[in-house]
């Protein structure tokens, strides 16, 4: 009957809801231990050429929980952001991050780059310029080595004071990436507006001109935008070779994607892409 199925429903979302405010608070509660005990990890997914030659990666994490096993930040991030503790895992990704770079300076390596990733979020919670600046201070980096990925959504969210800070990053020598661009809203307004270094194109673009007609013509329509405001261009989501010829075809000469490789431990990523 109409009652039972209206029922079904209700306990169908109280489980839900219930299993995720059970999953949130658990995460908060580990969240500072994991910190502590380094169960978060880099793992690096290489930006590449068509030959697949590695010009850097980008820094994605991973938890590896002892009992849980490697959780996606599918798992983890949201939460994070929710409840305002992203500030302090994104902290810690940017200093694996700058170690790593400091590390493979000393050994001799100033040509791979490493992108990190910037929550929405950590504007609000931290002084993004200053943290960052005191990172590279620290391991003696140039600023040019640790790109900044930061998604439209996070520019847009407080245009005016967050280009100030993009604006002295860049100053600063910083590399700025914008990360899913075309995902959010207002995007080519924004571009107007932001001087940024690279535009990482959303995945969904590439997805699109599989099945429906135009997204060939936009996709190829954002690649030309890209170059013609003189930022580099990425491609996201790169997962077959037919993809790759027409990328390159429409003037795309970085990618990034599971065709290549996925976000693998840092000791793999030394090992495929560099020591060419
Ligand atoms: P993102 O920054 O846009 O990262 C790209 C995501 O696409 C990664 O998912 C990557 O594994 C995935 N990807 C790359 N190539 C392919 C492909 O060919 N096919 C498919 N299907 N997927 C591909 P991941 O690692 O699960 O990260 C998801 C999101 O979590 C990231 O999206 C980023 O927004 C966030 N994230 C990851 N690490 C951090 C971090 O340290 N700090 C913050 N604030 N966010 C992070
Ligand atoms: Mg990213
Ligand atoms: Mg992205
Ligand atoms: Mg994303």
Known sequence: TIKNNYETNIAYYDDKLLKRTLEERRVISEFEGAIEKKEFKMFLQPQVNTHGKAYGAEALVRWQHP??????????????????????????????????????????????????????????????????????KKYDIEPKMLKLEITETALMSDLKKNMEVIKSLRDYGFKIEIDDFGSGYSSLNMLKDISADV???????????????????????IISLGGKLGMEVIT?????????????????HI??????????????????????
């Open 67 to 136: 009992e849980r096993g490697l959780l996606s930040p599918f798992f983890f991030i949201d939460i994070l952001e929710t409840t305002g503790l992203i500030y302090k895992l994104d902290m810690y990704m940017w200093e694996c991050a700058a170690a790593k770079l400091s590390e493979w300076k000393k050994k001799g390596d100033t040509v791979h780059y490493i992108s990190v990733n910037i929550s929405t979020k950590d504007f609000y919670l931290i002084d993004v310029y200053e943290v960052i600046t005191s990172i590279v």
């Open 236 to 252: 996201e989501g790169v997962e077959t070779d037919k993809q790759l010829i027409m990328l390159t075809e429409m003037g795309c």
């Open 199 to 221: 535009l990482k194109i959303d995945m969904a673009f590439l997805r699109a001109t599989e099945n429906e007609v135009k997204g060939q013509d936009i996709l190829e329509t």
């Open 255 to 276: 990618f990034q994607g599971y065709y290549f490789s996925k976000p693998i431990p840092v000791e793999e990523f030394e090992q495929k892409y560099m020591n060419e």
